[in-house]
């Protein structure tokens, strides 16, 4: 017998996403994932000044927050032809890291690690036993056995008021569970440290952009001096603090999340060969030592896997209007030529049609349209993005920082390659790339030092301030690597305004609806074939989804032409 079960929201903190699935006999057999919000912002920036998109994009989502501005101005210097100074680059590069590595440090344990992790559980560890346990596979401090009951007398608290607060809404005690009592308790333990920590990385951003959420942009460069004897300035001082953000950060990342990752998926290996999904893996690339045109120098380096074919890796390219297209057959837009078109980003339209179920209802109508995401799709194959597909493309590509940690991992938890391609393969590879990434901005920041010591102070051109120069049409593309996979954006200029903007986001390519002819993206091929031990209860479900670390814009409502209110998503 099949039952249709509805998850929404399914993120845990951010966004609005609504999974339905099919499960018989304790399997899923059908899977669709729903978008349930609008976005926009192509119709806002319509008629604006290029040099200003960065501002509007960057706040499409407050957790995603420099990404999208880093893309922006790129598309922006790749349509004018604007180079910048090797100083404004190692700063992106800074800022990037930085993101990067809180951002997965929060998904790991906050979004994620408690589909993992059983709190409640935690309240029968034996303290002293988790302090040996701890030490045993780090040499972080905060692993005495009087620092565990002081989180176990918190946790406790917690549980005895009826008020799990950060941690309502679990499924304690689900038989999926399966890390021991004292695992769980320093799990508990380093969530609580993680809050304290990502709150300070991201002073990189505060320093070099001025504030974070959101910090600031410019397109040809950073908006930012050096003089390290001025007080307003990137001076001495604050650059050093920046080393030490740095230091933490690696710290923090090898003593504490690598640890925990490592311990808690030798519990998990029978998910190494559950929740691979798709078999085609695109990564657009980043963090370049050379110049941004010079796609050779990307610590992520740029391109494609198909068939989970590691012996080669195909080239991608933006700019060709049959490689990258976006279809709405099951998606709430219209095109003039028809559902069943697709549009490169260049020639996009974004007319919203809503049709989709009024309230109350139970499930979505999916023969129709059934998600705001439209569904992207490289040389008609869908794609996975995100940071599986960066580790798997450098590893194919034969870096040697990249098979050095991918093989340590396997080796560690003694599971073949084909490991990776699951959803256990997917969680491990954030924290793998969380490593590199620690790694590649000291050596950043070591440059960033040298051009400076060696007085080389440029920070930004003065091409963009010179719109008189620009050509009367032009058209860019600027991509990047979110958090969450590849990213890009597409502009069309005319009349030194914007005539046209797309965004395909990663959670397009991996959350959007089926195409025209029935393939799956990335979410819902991913969770066929899944166990199910409870349908009231689908954390296994949740598990998979969670792995992608889904992310959709927040508080957004959906209005009927008319003004009325449709439906609002509570996220818990």
Same mark, same amino acid.
């Given at each position: ?14 966004? +609005? ?30 008629? /604006?000044?290029? /040099? ?20 922006? &101005? ?35 344990? +906050? ?16 303290? *002293? ?22 989180? @176990?007398?918190?946790?406790? !608290? ?39 920590? @990502? ?14 959420? +959101? ?6 460069? &950073? ?23 740095? =230091? ?20 998990? !290996? =029978?998910?190494? $060969? ?33 068939? /989970?074919?590691?012996?080669? &890796? ?21 095109? *003039? ?10 020639? #996009? ?78 969680? $491990?590879?954030? #924290? ?39 050509? $009367? ?7 990047? %690597? ?36 029935? @393939?799956?993206?990335?979410? %819902? ?8 031990? =409870? ?38």
């Amino acid at each position: 017998m099949e039952k249709r079960i509805v998850v929404d929201p399914i993120t845990r903190i951010e966004g +609005h996403l609504r999974v339905e699935i099919e499960v018989k006999d304790g399997v899923i057999t059908d899977a669709y994932s729903s978008g349930t919000m609008v976005r926009g912002l192509e119709i806002i920036l319509k008629g /604006r000044d290029p /040099r200003d998109a960065w501002a509007f994009t960057e706040r499409v989502c407050g957790v995603c927050t420099t990404v999208h501005a880093l893309a922006s &101005v790129r598309t922006v210097e790749d349509a004018l032809g604007i180079v910048i100074p090797p100083n404004a680059e190692l700063i992106r590069n800074l800022m990037f890291c930085a993101q990067m590595m809180q951002d997965h440090v929060v998904h790991f344990y +906050h979004l994620h690690a408690l589909d993992w992790v059983d709190v409640v559980s935690a309240l029968s560890a034996d303290p *002293k036993a988790t302090s040996a346990l701890a030490q045993s596979i780090s040499k972080w401090p905060n692993s005495s056995p009087g620092y565990f009951s002081d989180v @176990q007398k918190r946790i406790k !608290k917690f549980v005895e008021s009826g008020q799990l607060g950060i941690f309502a809404n679990g499924y304690w005690g689900h038989p999926a569970y399966k890390l021991p009592a004292e695992a769980n308790l320093m799990a508990v333990a380093h969530y609580l440290e993680a809050l304290e920590w @990502q709150k300070e990385i991201v002073k990189v951003h505060t320093i070099f952009g001025g504030k974070n959420p +959101h910090p600031n942009y410019l397109v040809g460069g &950073v908006p930012a001096s050096i003089n390290l004897d001025e007080v307003n300035a990137l001076n001495s001082e604050r650059l050093a603090y920046v080393k030490q953000l740095l =230091d933490d950060a690696k710290t923090f990342i090898d003593q504490v999340y690598i640890p925990d990752l490592m311990a808690i998926a030798g519990f998990y !290996k =029978d998910w190494g $060969a559950i929740g691979g999904g798709l078999e085609n893996y695109l990564v657009y690339g980043d963090l370049p030592t050379n110049g941004y045109n010079d796609v050779s120098s990307f610590k992520f380096p740029r391109g494609i896997i198909m068939g /989970r074919d590691l012996s080669m &890796v195909h080239e991608v390219n933006t700019k060709d209007p049959e490689q990258i297209k976006e279809y709405i057959a099951h998606s709430y837009y219209d095109y *003039k030529a028809g559902n069943e078109a697709g549009l490169h980003p260049w020639d #996009g339209e974004t007319k919203l049609n809503y049709t989709g179920p009024k309230p109350p209802y139970d499930q979505l109508n999916v023969e129709d349209k059934y998600s705001w995401l439209k569904t992207p799709r490289w040389q008609g194959n869908p794609m996975e993005v995100g940071p599986l597909s960066r580790m798997l493309v450098g590893y194919a590509s034969g870096r040697e920082d990249y098979k050095e940690v991918v093989e340590w991992a396997l080796s560690t938890l003694n599971v073949p390659v084909e490991a990776l391609f699951s959803t256990l393969g997917r969680t $491990a590879a954030r #924290g793998l790339e969380t490593v590199l990434v620690s790694n590649w901005a000291q050596e950043f920041f070591d440059s960033l030092i040298s051009n400076i010591k060696n007085g080389d102070s440029r920070l930004h051109t003065d091409y963009m301030w010179k719109p008189e120069d620009w050509p $009367a049409e032009a058209k860019g593309v600027g991509m990047t %690597e979110a958090p969450r996979g590849a990213l890009a954006h597409w502009i069309v200029i005319k009349n030194k305004k914007i005539d046209n903007y797309q965004l395909v986001v990663p959670s397009t390519w991996n959350a959007s609806p089926r195409d025209d002819k029935g @393939q799956m993206s990335a979410y %819902e091929a991913s969770l066929i074939g899944t166990p199910v031990a =409870d349908p009231e209860q689908p954390l296994e479900l949740i598990r998979t989804i969670h792995s992608f670390d889904p992310c959709l814009a927040c508080a957004v409502h959906v209005y009927d032409e008319k003004g009325s209110y449709v439906h609002q998503i509570q996220t818990f």
